[in-house]
């Protein structure tokens, strides 16, 4: 990696020591929205990474993207849950929308003042997107919502949500749907396992009018559209659970150089070396794993996605097991919440299961080895 890419890193990890890590308990206990960290991001401009300059944003390639993630995830996952749906949230409308569209949606969440969701999930729609209830259907010179979205991140602290509904019996579109147009109402605040700084609530959709210009292009190509953003939004996953991973590992490092038994530091004890060594492979093979198919995206090598998969898939089942081990590194110590091992085993657990599961990743994975689309 570049210089131009450690100094990026060293001056996220810095802001995230001093700004955002010291509030990262609290928000986790009190199930608050992170400000301290929204306003840190913020004053150093990292909502605007991957936006055009000309609406507001830096410009920055993905793998900048990437390791913001990672580096704001290591000190509070939540926070960086709420930056990256930001971006996939806004992803559509700036790869396909209208320049009318992109002006009116896109400056507002460059600058921060404005944040953004993405809706899919249904009550009874997860995984299989097919099956999605919610409709928009014309009327005039407008389009009218119905339809319930489950678990949106975001919501209701978002400005935009971008809404998939069918509009035709096997046809999607992408609709911008604002939080004070009259039809859209929010669901209770979920009480969650982890993650738990980042709201999530039902978004209802109720007779909810929207005028014409907020179809994102095609009103029947939004499932492609999607998928087409997955690749993104996978990569930026996949470094949330790795820099929650490094989060942990962290800690757990610094915890066995300090704590002593038997007369020694826990660092001098062979059994615990081996897991600290396994702990580290596990967080490099699948870094470098990530910046390969970052690579790949980059490149618009269609090898990418099968890639992106495989990486989703190790950065999370490797994040859950270095934070298990880091916990178990702690001790007794680890189990408390005056720890932040425990909160970083917690929210490492839902990137195993948002944005693809991690047994749809290795369904991607199979149908691209048998396409003989996986080889170097
Ligand atoms: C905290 C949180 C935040 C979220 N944020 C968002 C958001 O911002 N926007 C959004 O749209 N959604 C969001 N989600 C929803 C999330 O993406 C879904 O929960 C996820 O896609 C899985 O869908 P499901 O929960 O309906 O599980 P299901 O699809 O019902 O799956 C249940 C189990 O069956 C397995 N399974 C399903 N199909 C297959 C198959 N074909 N083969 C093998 N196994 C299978 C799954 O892997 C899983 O283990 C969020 C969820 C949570 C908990």
């Known amino acids: ?64 993207q ?12 939540s926070s960086a849950l709420v930056l990256l ?43 299989d997107l097919s099956g999605i209830r919610t409709t928009a259907t014309r009327d005039g010179g ?6 319930q979205k489950r678990f949106i991140s975001n919501a209701p602290w978002a ?30 605040h979920e009480k969650k396992m982890g993650m738990r700084g980042s709201p999530t609530t039902d978004v209802v959709l109720a007779d909810c009018r ?25 990569a930026l996953i996949a470094a949330q659970a790795l820099g929650i991973a490094q989060g942990a590992f962290d800690a757990a490092v610094a915890y066995t150089c300090d704590r002593r038994q038997f007369g020694q530091a826990l660092s001098r004890f062979q059994l615990l070396r081996g897991m600290v060594a396994d702990m580290a492979v596990k967080i490099e093979s699948a870094r470098a794993l990530l910046h390969d198919a970052v690579a790949l ?28 081990d880091a916990l178990q590194l702690h001790g007794g110590y680890g189990f408390i919440r005056d720890y932040p091992v425990e909160r970083m085993m917690r929210d490492v657990k839902i990137t195993q299961i948002y944005e693809g599961t991690n047994q749809i990743q290795r369904l991607v994975i199979a149908k691209d080895v048998y396409a003989g689309q996986v080889r170097s």
Not at 27 to 43: C, G, Q, S, T
Not at 71 to 76: H, R
Not at 182 to 187: E, P, Q, T, V
Not at 297 to 324: E, F, H, Q, W
């Open 1 to 64: 990696m570049n210089t131009e890419y450690e100094d990026f890193r060293a001056s996220v990890r810095r802001l995230a020591a001093d700004k955002i890590a010291p509030h990262a308990a609290d928000v986790d206990d009190k199930e608050r929205f992170p400000e301290e960290a929204w306003a840190a991001l913020r004053a150093a401009d990292l909502p605007g990474l991957p936006y055009d300059e000309k609406l507001g944003g830096s410009g920055a390639d993905l793998l900048s």
């Open 66 to 77: 990437v390791i913001a993630v990672e580096e704001v995830a290591a000190a509070c996952a």
């Open 85 to 127: 749906v930001n971006w996939a949230g806004t992803s559509t409308v700036v790869s396909h929308g209208s320049d009318e569209l992109r002006a009116e949606v896109v400056p507002r969440v460059a600058g921060g003042e404005a944040g953004a969701a993405w809706c899919m999930t249904e009550p009874t729609v997860g995984s």
């Open 142 to 147: 407008d389009w009218v919502l119905n339809g």
């Open 159 to 188: 400005e935009w949500y971008a809404v998939l509904a069918r509009t035709g019996e096997k046809d999607f579109g992408v609709f911008m749907v604002h939080k004070d147009d009259a039809g859209i109402s929010f669901g209770p």
């Open 210 to 234: 929207i005028p014409g210009r907020r179809v994102v292009a095609d009103p029947t190509q939004g499932y492609r559209y999607i998928n087409g953003e997955l690749n993104v939004s996978r």
């Open 297 to 324: 995206i980059t490149a618009g090598d269609p090898r990418a996605r099968s890639r992106v998969s495989m990486a989703k898939l190790l950065c999370s089942d490797n994040a859950m097991s270095v934070t298990t």
